[in-house]
């Protein structure tokens, strides 16, 4: 039986396999901006996992396989004389292995993180996804999630 959990630093060598996975994913897209590496190593992973405000969940098949995680971030507005001093999840990162997609890892993942940030008082859940990654925007579509501000831009 599956689990979604919090990482542990055993989980570290899979989680970089999927972060090489997702990295690959926006490098593709935007070569122009992503370089092919991971975006953390193994130090900075176990400071990470161990951190209350970055907490990480991974997606355990039940027989120790690592099959997606979900890197969070505690955040609250910096300046409240303009925005309300609400407590924001941040997902900084989702990604399911490439060889489970399409079988609800990726949902497991996001109901725990939801189900999660209401446990901690959360006002709202956000996350960002890059257009180049049209698979990820219809995932977080088909769960509700609605664009709450939009990020554009001029290449030069």
């Known amino acids: 039986m599956y689990s979604v959990r919090r990482a542990?630093?055993?989980d570290i060598p899979a989680i970089l396999e999927l972060l090489k996975q997702?990295?690959?994913v926006h490098h593709d897209g935007r070569?122009?901006?992503f370089k092919l590496a991971t975006k953390y190593d193994g130090e900075e992973l176990k400071a990470i996992i161990a951190n209350e405000?970055?907490?990480?969940f991974v997606y355990d098949d039940g027989e120790g396989h690592i099959l997606g995680h979900g890197f969070c971030i505690m955040q609250r507005p910096d300046n409240t004389k303009l925005l309300t001093d609400i407590r924001t999840l941040y997902i900084d990162d989702i990604c399911v292995d490439e060889n489970a997609r399409g079988k609800h890892v990726g949902k497991a993942i996001y109901d725990h993180i939801i189900d999660y940030a209401r446990q901690k008082g959360c006002y709202n859940v956000t996350l960002n996804v890059w257009t180049c990654n049209p698979g990820a925007m219809k995932f977080y579509e088909k769960l509700g999630l609605?664009?709450?501000k939009i990020g554009m831009e001029t290449v030069l």
Do not use: A, F, G
């Not at 405000?53 to 990480?56: A, D, K, N, R």
């Open 53 to 56: 405000e970055t907490p990480v």
């Open 22 to 24: 997702v990295n690959k």
């Open 31 to 33: 070569p122009d901006l």
């Open 8 to 10: 542990t630093e055993n």
């Open 146 to 148: 609605v664009p709450y």
